[in-house]
């Protein structure tokens, strides 16, 4: 199994606050990805990275914003969080599309109030 | 627009197969993943097709018609600790993975 880890795994904040999520992987993977998981949705893009300060949009990118300062390090920030934000995030990270397959987090479960 | 479709539940007996089906329409296609996800873990890598036929690994096997724009995931000798979900996903043409929303498969005694 690949390393890749996540922090927090459970957060329960307020709306107008800001939350940070982290990524860590030790495979070395140039790619990395959040995703947000919502009940009757599939898995939904919010940001990915193609290398180190690399990044771009993904298709719910609204409200989000992520830094890569790190090959192993992936941030994913709220600046200030609002209900509608409330899921589980998951972190993906893999080689590239030659390889395909992609490796997850735990998951990060957030609670806006 | 882009889309995968997938039933959304299934139910099937223990011993037993079972066949998730899975349709796609998408900026163009570089291959098709299944994973596996229990309830409150995190998705793990089961298949990749990319070209047209069947791809057996061990009691799970893929299926894939590009012309049809289908896929399928074969689950034989089916056991309880298969009860999960099963995400299908496409690499379109520009390799961003298009994902459908899953297909929760319970099992039965």
């Known amino acids: 199994d690949a390393g890749i880890t996540q922090s927090p795994r459970h957060k329960v904040t307020e709306t107008g606050t800001p939350v940070t999520l982290r990524c860590h992987q030790t495979e070395n993977h140039r790619y990395m990805y959040w995703y947000r998981q919502d009940p009757g949705h599939g898995l939904r893009l919010i940001h990915y990275s193609y290398g180190v300060k690399d990044t771009d949009k993904g298709e719910v990118s609204d409200g989000y914003s992520v830094s890569r300062s790190k090959t192993e390090d992936f941030l994913l920030t709220l600046e200030s969080a609002t209900s509608s934000q409330t899921s589980v995030y998951f972190c993906?990270?893999?080689?590239?599309?030659?390889?395909?397959?992609?490796?997850f987090g735990e998951g990060s479960r957030l609670t806006v109030l | 627009g882009q889309n995968i479709d997938q039933p959304t539940e299934m139910t099937a007996t223990e011993g037993a197969i079972v066949q998730i089906n899975c349709t796609y329409q998408?900026?163009?296609?570089?291959?098709l993943f299944w994973y596996q996800q229990h309830a409150g873990e995190a998705p793990t890598f089961l298949s990749y097709n990319v070209l047209d036929g069947l791809e057996e690994k061990g009691r799970f096997s893929s299926f894939l018609s590009r012309s049809k724009g289908y896929s399928y995931l074969l689950l034989k000798e089916l056991q309880m600790k298969d009860s999960a979900s099963y995400l299908c996903?496409?690499?379109?043409?520009?390799?961003?993975?298009?994902w459908g929303a899953g297909t929760k498969l319970i099992i039965k005694p």
């Open positions: 996903a496409v690499w379109d043409s520009n390799y961003q993975l298009i």
């Open positions: 998408t900026s163009g296609f570089n291959g």
């Open positions: 993906a990270s893999g080689q590239g599309s030659d390889t395909g397959e992609l490796f």
